[in-house]
């Protein structure tokens, strides 16, 4: 069992440029969340993916999309980058059978200069 | 809405001693707990979780953990501290809305001195 996949491990960006970050959810999980953690911060919420659709969403600007795939794998994509947005991005999975223990990817970290 | 706070930011402990990382929570009802774990520039791995049941509940590496409703706090302990116990400690809560939507404290460093 592969886990939980993301990609890549790191990205730099400039300023106002577009990005997108991948996530596999380990195998037989339906459900991917995304996490922003800042630097000396805790984890905090984006958004869930269900389904293909947008189930929650953390206090997070419209410039934070997402996008689900039929076989679960995940994208976040974030526009208009802003230097503030630099932070390791994580992607955690779960089973709606399995109630609410979700399991983390390594994350990706995103630079923006 | 759940927050969680964890106390302290930074914790020392001499390698052999025993270890306890606080944090309380604020919810209305019994929430889903976790502890996770993180090495620098990881991701995070689950220490243990609580869902209801017995309140001192089992984790990898040795770890356990108390619920104590009346003080709405679980906190981590360990009894003997290794040098690989080093990185930073996260409690989260998860109301029991069935989306597994985590809330996070800001997390303990944990130091381990030789």
């Known amino acids: 069992d592969a886990g939980v996949t993301q990609s890549p491990t790191h990205l730099i960006k400039t300023r106002g440029q577009q990005v997108t970050l991948r996530c596999s959810p380990k195998s037989g999980h339906d459900t991917v969340s995304w996490y922003q953690q800042a630097l000396g911060q805790g984890p905090q919420f984006i958004f869930q993916y269900y389904e293909e659709e947008e189930r929650q969403r953390g206090n997070f600007p419209d410039r934070f999309s997402g996008h689900q795939f039929p076989n679960y794998s995940s994208e976040l994509n974030v526009n208009a980058l802003l230097l503030g947005d630099s932070a390791l991005y994580l992607c955690?999975?779960?089973?709606?059978?399995?109630?609410?223990?979700?399991?983390f990817g390594q994350g990706t970290r995103l630079t923006v200069v | 809405a759940q927050s969680v706070t964890q106390p302290d930011i930074h914790i020392t402990v001499s390698e052999g001693a025993s270890l306890e990382l606080r944090c309380n929570y604020s919810y209305g009802a019994t929430p889903y707990l976790f502890w996770y774990v993180q090495s620098p520039g990881q991701g995070l791995q689950l220490l243990l979780k609580y869902f209801s049941g017995d309140t001192l509940v089992q984790g990898i590496k040795g770890f356990e953990a108390e619920f104590k409703r009346s003080q709405s706090s679980f906190n981590l302990r360990k009894p003997s501290v290794h040098w690989s116990d080093a990185a930073e400690y996260f409690c989260?809560?998860?109301?029991?809305?069935?989306?597994?939507?985590?809330?996070f404290g800001k997390g303990t460093m944990l130091l381990v001195s030789p």
């Open positions: 955690a999975s779960s089973s709606t059978d399995r109630g609410a223990e979700a399991f």
């Open positions: 989260a809560v998860v109301t029991h809305s069935g989306y597994s939507t985590l809330t």
